[in-house]
C-alpha cells in the first residue's frame, strides 16, 4: 500500500538493509526522503505507547536519519515525554551514536564493551564510554548479545568474570546479558530460530548476579555516569579501578580477573 516508500535498485528490486558482509533478507530499506513515512513511523511509536509501552529499543538505530529520529521522537514526546530510546548503535560510527545521544535525543545506547577483551582494550574502551555517559548519554553495558558467541563456551568462572566486568563499570547501573547467560547456556543465540536457554541448569550464577545487582542499587559509588578511577597495576591479567560516591563515604576497589 505504501510501495514508494520502499527503495529499489535500477530493476525495480527491493533492497534489503545488512551490516558485517550479511543481508536481513527479510527486510525492506525504507526511503525517508518520503515525509510522509515520517508521521506513519511515528504514529507506530505511538500507538504502542498507547499500549503501555515505556521505552523503544532502536535496532540499527543508525541507518535511520538523525533528523528522522528528531521528528519521530519530538511527537512521541509530545504526548509520552518519559518515553525512553535506546540505541543500539553497533555497526555504525562512534560519531553517529554521539549524534543520536545528543541531536536526535535519545536517551541510551548500547556500549561495545562486551567486544573488548584486552586489558588495553577494556581500558581504552571504558575511557571513551564514560567520557560519552557522563556528557552525552548513558552508554549501557552488555556481557554479551546475540552477535557473538555466549560467554560460557569458556566456563563458569570467565562468564562470572566478565558480568563482573560489566555490571561494575556501568554508568548509573546500566548493564544487561542476554537471557540465558544466568544458566550458562552455551548455544549461540540465533534470532530466527529457537535457541536453548539451558533453563534452571543446578550449576547457574543466579545468586552472583543478583549480589551485583543488589549492590549496583544500594551503593551510592555506582550511582556515577562518570567516576571510573583506572589503576594500573601493571598485570595485564589484571583490570583494576576504584569508584567513589560524591562525598566519598563510599569507596570501592574492584579488581577483575581478564
Not at 515505556?54 to 535496532?59: A, E, K, S
Not at 540465558?180 to 535457541?195: C, F, M, P, Q, Y
Request: glycine share 6%; with cysteine; aromatic share 14%.
Amino acid at each position: 500500500t505504501h510501495k514508494h516508500w520502499h527503495k529499489v535498485d535500477k530493476n525495480r528490486k527491493i533492497i534489503s538493509p545488512g551490516a558485517w558482509d550479511v543481508i536481513w533478507g527479510d527486510l525492506v530499506e525504507l526511503d525517508y526522503t518520503q515525509k510522509d513515512l515520517w508521521q506513519y513511523m511515528a504514529d507506530v511509536f505511538i500507538c504502542w505507547c498507547k499500549r503501555g509501552i515505556d521505552g523503544f529499543r532502536l535496532d540499527a538505530g543508525y541507518m535511520v536519519p538523525t533528523e528522522v529520529w528528531q521528528y519521530i521522537i519530538a511527537k512521541v514526546r509530545q504526548q509520552f515525554p518519559n518515553t525512553l530510546f535506546l540505541l543500539e548503535g553497533l555497526g555504525g560510527a562512534w560519531e553517529t551514536t554521539e549524534e543520536l545521544l545528543t541531536f536526535g535525543q535519545m536517551n541510551w545506547a548500547y556500549s561495545e564493551l562486551f567486544q573488548n577483551y584486552t586489558k588495553d582494550q577494556i581500558t581504552d574502551y571504558i575511557d571513551y564510554a564514560q567520557t560519552i555517559s557522563g556528557t552525552k548519554g548513558v552508554m549501557v553495558n552488555y556481557a554479551e548479545t546475540h552477535d557473538n558467541d555466549r560467554l560460557a563456551k569458556k566456563g563458569k568462572v570467565y562468564t562470572n568474570m566478565r558480568l563482573h566486568l560489566c555490571a561494575l563499570t556501568s554508568f548509573s547501573g546500566a548493564w544487561g546479558f542476554t537471557n540465558g547467560v544466568e544458566w550458562l547456556a552455551t548455544e549461540k543465540i540465533d534470532v530466527h530460530r529457537n535457541s536453548g536457554l539451558n533453563w534452571n541448569n543446578k550449576n547457574n550464577l543466579v545468586s552472583q548476579i543478583s549480589v551485583l545487582n543488589k549492590v549496583l542499587k544500594e551503593n551510592p559509588a555506582f550511582w556515577q555516569r562518570d567516576n571510573i578511577c583506572m589503576v594500573d597495576l601493571e598485570d595485564d591479567n589484571i583490570f583494576a579501578f576504584y569508584r567513589s560516591s560524591p562525598d566519598h563515604k563510599n569507596i570501592i576497589l574492584c579488581l577483575i580477573n581478564l
